[in-house]
């Protein structure tokens, strides 16, 4: 019984007799094929998190030897005693600041932050693609679906840090040089699941993110505008117009981020209690005071960072 409904056995006779199947030996090269391909092809895995396989992050991008224009920034500890739900911004156009922090060794994540486990989570999209999705899940990433985050914090060992976007996709159209647009106001997804499992939450500011790309803004009443808000809804990703440096010429055209400096500051963590089913009012709460604790971490660096005193954060 399952949620007091009876179970009925069906069998169909004659299914299997309807097709002729050319079946192969278990220890046959065709049957070690078959078993290859379903295995690529599978994204059942990626609902949780990661196949096991080595982690690339030390080695999919080294720190050079020269200055680098990424840094990662520490404001207060976070003891891996806990687990601990990151809300990342801006997503910008291709989110280049959290994922070489956060996703790679690059500005030495695990010195930073030693003890913590950290999964970038990513569309779903982005792991459909074999040997794309196995170079993701090497890197600790994870699906965005609510089945696989909570996977990941119900873990017995604690220290787990997840990574998200907030923003998504929707931010890439507010993406321009000069600008700090933030889709915020009505994503509290990321606060539920912080109170289902009692996570911290921790605001994530990138500075410089929205500077590394040009972008073609439209007019928020042009059928431009309106075609990429109907694309973003129906496909989860925004086609923007936007363009950057060349391969070989920082004076050419070509979709290589401009060489700007991209400063990601990693707040304070607010402390959040476990509520398996936390009320409207206690995810409103708690918003609100993410909200509040972003905006004081963004005034407080944004001139260390190059902005003007002058600048300030549009949550929408």
Known sequence: M?????????????????????????????????????KLVDI?????????????RSWVWCPSPDPSPLWLVKTAELPPDRNYVLGSH???IM????????????TGLSQVFPGLRFSLAVLNCLLYLPGHREYCLSCGACSVNRQSLDYVLSQSQLGRAV?????????????????????LRNRKGFVRLALRHGASLVPV??????DIFRVKAFAPDSWQHLLQVTSKKLLSFCPC?????????????????????ITTVVGRPIPVPQCPQPT????????????????QLFEEHKESCGLPASTRLTFI
């Not at 059942?44 to 096991?52: K, L, Q, V």
């Not at 989110?95 to 690059?106: H, K, L, M």
């Not at 409207?280 to 905006?295: F, G, P, R, S, W």
Request: charged share 15%; net charge negative; with cysteine.
């Open 95 to 106: 989110a280049v600041g959290t994922i070489c922090n956060f996703a790679t060794e690059g």
């Open 2 to 38: 399952v949620l007091g409904a009876p179970l009925v056995p069906v069998y169909s006779f004659g299914e299997n007799d309807i097709f002729r199947v050319k079946a192969s030996a278990p220890d046959s090269w065709q049957h070690l094929f078959r078993v290859t391909i379903k």
């Open 241 to 261: 117009i936007f363009w950057g440096r060349g391969l070989f010429s920082a004076k050419s055209w070509g979709l290589l981020p401009l060489a700007r400096p």
């Open 163 to 183: 990574v998200i976007l907030v923003g998504g996709a929707n931010e890439a159209l507010y993406a321009v040089p000069g600008e700090h647009c933030l889709t």
């Open 205 to 210: 500011y990138s500075f410089g993110e929205n």
């Open 44 to 56: 059942s895995p990626c609902i949780f998190w990661g196949r096991g396989l080595i982690s690339a």
């Open 280 to 295: 409207e009012e206690q995810v409103d709460h708690y918003h609100t005071l993410y909200m509040k604790a972003l905006e």
């Open 90 to 92: 801006p997503h910008g």
